[in-house]
């Protein structure tokens, strides 16, 4: 008989226009690796510090039985970093040159732009900041590779491979590159829907937890299926639903099975039920049962 997994810590971030940045800082062992954060890596640092917080492991997480499983939504650019690119990267007629691109335009971007830009950095900012030294996945870049990276934390779980699972789902989407890729799709999602997101879980084995901390819920069932589709003729919606209500409009990246599944629980919800149909063809099931209270 399969163990009971559960949550027992759990953390947000949805960022909109005017909103405070996340605040990584009381959980980096050195203030100034901050310079090397992107944010999505800022956003990765602090939901997961939150969310371990309230498991009540920050100072007691096993380093080799942690692991962490996280989907990271697509590469960004903000248009700053790209501009002293282009601007010695161009022909004299002012179309794009790759020779000039090559033999020195290239060297225009700052240098710590790889840091912030490269899917796997959330990954290593969590392991470093938290002395994580455990088995690792990194998915890319949508809420279906989500799923597929939570179903690995659940069968690590499971099979006994690890005792804690840091799962995370993190998108820095508004910036010039990602905007364009979301607004030329078959189905375009405007700008003014498009959010940076970042949101977090703890999972544990039940029998693990004993009186350290009140697991917040149960993970009763998760399912994922893939149905193949031709992507040059075919463009397939991004859908969710939590409960059967329809999720809302807004473009959360692969943080938004938690996002939605924690605001449900934190509502007082004694049962979560989430659905997705993703644009990759990729669809999920995850069904949650309360067993205490989601902090805010």
């Known amino acids: 008989m399969d163990p009971v997994i559960v949550i027992t810590g759990g953390a947000e971030l949805v960022l909109s226009d005017g909103a405070c940045a996340s605040d990584p800082l009381p959980y980096l062992r050195e203030r100034k690796s901050r310079k090397y954060l992107g944010l999505q890596d800022a956003l990765a640092v602090d939901v997961v510090g939150r969310a371990l917080d309230e498991a009540k492991l920050g100072t007691c997480l096993p380093p080799e039985r942690t692991g962490i499983y996280i989907a990271v939504g697509y590469i960004p650019f903000v248009e700053e970093d790209i501009e002293p690119v282009l601007a010695h990267s161009r022909a004299p007629d002012g179309t794009f040159s790759l020779e000039q691109f090559s033999s020195g335009g290239y060297r225009r971007a700052h240098p710590l732009l790889a840091f912030r830009c490269l899917p796997n950095m959330p990954a290593y900012h969590v392991a470093a900041n938290f002395g ?15 799923y597929l990276a939570f179903e690995e934390a659940r069968s690590a779980l499971v099979e006994h491979r690890i005792d804690v699972a840091i799962v995370l789902g993190v998108a820095h989407q508004r910036n010039l590159l990602v905007e364009h890729h979301l607004g030329r799709i078959g189905t375009p999602v405007p700008a003014a829907l498009i959010r940076d997101a970042g949101a977090s879980v703890i999972l544990e084995r039940l029998s693990d937890v004993g009186q350290r901390t009140a697991p917040i819920a149960e993970l009763v069932d998760i399912t994922t299926e893939y149905t193949p589709f031709d992507p040059m003729t075919q463009a397939l919606a991004h859908r969710e639903r939590i409960n059967g209500i329809d999720g809302g ?4 990246g692969p943080s938004s099975m938690l996002v939605h599944s924690l605001r449900a629980l ?3 919800a004694q049962s979560v039920v989430h659905e997705l149909e993703g644009r990759d063809g990729v669809s999920g099931r995850c069904t949650w049962r309360a067993m205490g209270c989601v902090s805010s």
């Open 132 to 146: 994580v030294r455990g088995p690792y996945a990194v998915h890319y870049p949508s809420a279906g590779e989500f």
């Open 249 to 252: 409009p807004l473009e959360l």
């Open 266 to 268: 934190r509502s007082g």
